[in-house]
Structures are given as C-alpha cells and as structure tokens.
C-alpha cells in the first residue's frame, strides 16, 4: 500500500513570496491533516479535512495560509506571503476518518524562507 | 489549551537494556494516544497507539495508559542502536470531528553499542 506523498521535498524562498505544497493520502483514507513542524518542537496541527470539508482550521494563520482539498483527495497548502518565522518542515497525514483512527505522515517538505 | 510533557533528553540507554520513556497530558479528556519515533531529517513514524487503561505490547515496545494519571510511557526492550531516534508522545479527543494531534516536543533517546 502505498504512502502519504508530498511534494516538493525541499523548497527555498525569499520573504513575502508565495509557496504551495501538496498532498495525497494514502487510498481511501477520507481525513486528511497538515502539520507544521519547527526544529526542535513537536508537529503543530494547521488543518484538517474530512473529504473536502475543513473541520478544524482553529490554528491556521489564515491572514496567510489557505489550504483546500477540492475532490476529496489531494489536498495544496499555500503561504503567501511566507515570512522568515514560516521556515519548517510541513507534513501531511492521513487517516481512514474522524475517530479512533492512526494517522500516518507523508515525508514532509522542508521550507526555508530567507 | 491541551499540553503534552516530555522530558526532551537526551536518555542514554545502553544497548540491549529497557529504555523508558514518559509522557504527561493536561487534558482530561484526551482518549486516544500514540507514539511516534522520529529519525533526524525524517518524518514521524507511527509506533504504537493505546486507547484504554493498561498495558499494550507489540514486539520489541510496550505502551503504558494510566487515565487517572494522566500519564503514558514506551518501554523499549533489548534496545538497540537503530532505536536511537526522537520519540514523540501524541494525544487527541475523538468525537466531534475534530481529532487532530497535540504532540509533546519529543525525548531524544540514544541508544550506546
């Protein structure tokens, strides 16, 4: 069975551009999350989708990020404009629902902003 | 706001001993809980996952509940140097929709040949 795929692996910036990251879960998983994760920390939750709805977007910065997963499947993450404090490794991970339910993580992007 | 605690290490353990790693929650209703080992550069790899009171094992791991502590632990046994990785303590609540993880900042375990 094959994994979470993200893309690109790694990306450079400068500040007060724009980025985008994507995703796809792993076939027939219905939730999907983006995380943030900062050297040194633990992952933080942006956002989660159940099918193409958001159910959680509580810490999602949205004067900057959006993020949408239009058919239910492969899910884009944008930034725009990136600033210095965004620089992270940004993962996404999927689970077959809402619920009781392991979530598995795609290889992450690793975002500098310079 | 849900907090999870661990002690960020390093733990050095020497080959083939029990590694023991801790986690404490603040949230009382947090249901579900998980561990999740972190090689450098690499992304979260789901190890265990525990959901009631008691003991869980799998292999070389063991995962421990107490709801009324508030607390959960991995036990590594025969631990051995591919063990050395950051160990990362997960919990969410389920029901509602909304079960996205809160994660700990990780305790760096190496594990001495």
């Known amino acids: 069975e094959a994994g979470v795929a993200q893309s690109p692996r790694y990306k450079i910036i400068e500040k007060r551009q724009s980025v985008a990251f994507w995703c796809n879960p792993i076939?027939?998983?219905?939730?999907l999350y983006w995380y943030q994760q900062i050297l040194g920390q633990g992952p933080k939750l942006l956002i989660q989708?159940?099918?193409?709805?958001?159910?959680?977007d509580s810490q999602l910065p949205k004067d900057r990020f959006s993020a949408e997963r239009l058919k239910g499947v492969d899910s884009t993450l944008k930034i725009q404009p990136a600033k210095l404090e965004d620089s992270a490794v940004y993962l996404c991970?999927?689970?077959?629902?809402?619920?009781?339910?392991?979530?598995?993580f795609g290889p992450g992007t690793r975002l500098t902003v310079t | 706001q849900k907090e999870v605690e661990q002690n960020s290490g390093p733990l050095s353990v020497p080959e083939g001993a029990i590694a023991s790693l801790n986690c404490t929650y603040s949230?009382?209703?947090?249901?579900?809980f998980f561990w999740y080992r972190q090689y450098s550069g690499k992304s979260p790899e789901l190890i265990m996952s525990?959901?009631?009171?008691g003991d869980k094992e799998d292999g070389r791991f063991t995962a421990q509940l107490n709801k009324a502590s508030q607390y959960v632990s991995l036990l590594i046994r025969d631990s051995q140097p591919s063990d050395s990785a950051t160990y990362l303590c997960?919990?969410?609540?389920?029901?509602?929709?909304?079960?996205?993880?809160?994660f700990g900042k990780g305790t760096h375990l190496i594990i001495q040949p």
């Open positions: 991970a999927s689970s077959l629902g809402a619920g009781p339910y392991e979530q598995y």
């Open positions: 076939s027939g998983h219905a939730t």
């Open positions: 989708f159940q099918n193409n709805g958001v159910v959680d």
């Open positions: 949230d009382r209703v947090s249901q579900s």
């Open positions: 525990i959901y009631s009171n």
């Open positions: 997960a919990v969410n609540v389920i029901g509602g929709g909304a079960d996205g993880l809160t």
